[in-house]
């Protein structure tokens, strides 16, 4: 962000505690150009204070976007984010993207990703939104999670996915800091990577 905007960034990072968060908290800690809400760990288990906190968020983007819960969070969202991306590839994906700004326009660079541009102000800032490639897709029934790890001989099997998968995610961050670089502009890098930190997927995206 740059001094174009009118205010500082509001970011919620929903999920910090776990492997959603990717200990994003830490590294936005000293970072003087955005504003971080932040519960405490009581609050963060109350629905009231999360959705008290999703609604500050200047920009809200959801992934596996589904369910009757996404439906009812649509309800919510929608009486305090007036602008919402409809694009029929990105509904697919199960991807979501709602601003409190206007969205010009998105599209599909690569993969599971979509671009956004979203005029705030007089200033056109790019949100790009990630679903990266999950472990889970890798198998024949996409059922396979981390609660089968009881079973031991499915471990090789995780395993054997995992650096498939990784593969996979490591070509489409590349693919997504490639888009970054091409287009120098104000950018905001979200959603799942479906990874942790200090991995190649994390490590490229940050170079």
């Known amino acids: ?27 936005l800690a000293d970072r003087q150009d955005i504003t971080q809400i932040r519960l405490t760990e009581e609050l963060r288990k109350d629905p009231a204070a999360r959705r008290e906190a999703l609604n500050s968020a200047d920009i809200v983007f ?27 590839a990105n509904v697919m ?6 601003s409190r700004y206007p969205i010009l326009r998105s599209y ?5 990703v979509f671009t956004y541009y979203v005029q705030v102000n007089d200033t056109i800032l790019r949100v790009v939104g990630c679903h990266l490639t999950s472990t889970n897709n890798q198998s024949p029934d ?11 001989q499915t ?19 590349a693919a997504v800091a490639g888009h970054i670089q091409s287009e120098p502009m104000p950018t905001i890098v979200l959603g799942d ?15």
Request: proline fraction near 5%; charged fraction near 25%; include cysteine.
């Open 1 to 27: 962000m740059d001094s174009k905007f009118s205010k500082k960034p509001l970011v919620f990072i929903d999920g910090s505690a776990g492997t959603t968060g990717l200990r994003i908290n830490e590294r």
């Open 62 to 88: 959801l992934c596996e976007y589904y369910d009757q819960i996404s439906g009812e969070l649509d309800a919510i969202l929608r009486k305090t984010y007036p602008f919402v991306d409809k694009t029929w």
């Open 93 to 98: 994906a199960g991807n979501k993207l709602y």
């Open 108 to 112: 599909q660079p690569v993969g599971n």
């Open 142 to 152: 996409h059922r396979y999670t981390f609660e089968k790890r009881s079973d031991l």
């Open 155 to 173: 471990l090789p099997t995780y395993f054997k996915n995992y650096i498939k998968a990784q593969k996979i995610r490591t070509r489409e961050a």
């Open 193 to 207: 990577m479906n990874d942790f930190s200090g991995s190649p997927v994390l490590d490229t995206l940050q170079s």
